[in-house]
């Protein structure tokens, strides 16, 4: 199974990913979005794809 990683130090707490993905993704008390579970589901990817900074990842390996 892949590791879904929010990289904190990148986000810009934008919010897209938790609309995107609800299941997955969550906004933090801190502002950042979080990883509230780790499911393999297609949302993940356009979240990970819709990020405008590209703080998402699968395994630490950043899109390009």
Same mark, same amino acid.
């Given at each position: /199974? @892949?590791?879904? @990683?929010?990289?904190?130090?990148?986000?810009?707490?934008?919010?897209?990913?938790?609309?995107?993905?609800?299941?997955?993704?969550? /906004?933090?008390?801190?502002?950042?979005? /979080?990883?509230?579970?780790?499911?393999?589901?297609?949302?993940?990817? &356009?979240?990970? &794809?819709?990020?405008?900074?590209?703080?998402?990842? &699968?395994?630490?390996?950043?899109?390009?």
């Amino acid at each position: /199974m @892949v590791r879904i @990683v929010v990289d904190k130090n990148a986000c810009i707490g934008c919010g897209l990913c938790a609309t995107i993905c609800s299941e997955v993704f969550a /906004m933090g008390k801190d502002g950042k979005a /979080m990883v509230k579970a780790q499911k393999d589901i297609p949302c993940v990817k &356009e979240a990970l &794809e819709s990020c405008p900074v590209s703080a998402i990842s &699968e395994d630490g390996t950043k899109k390009k």
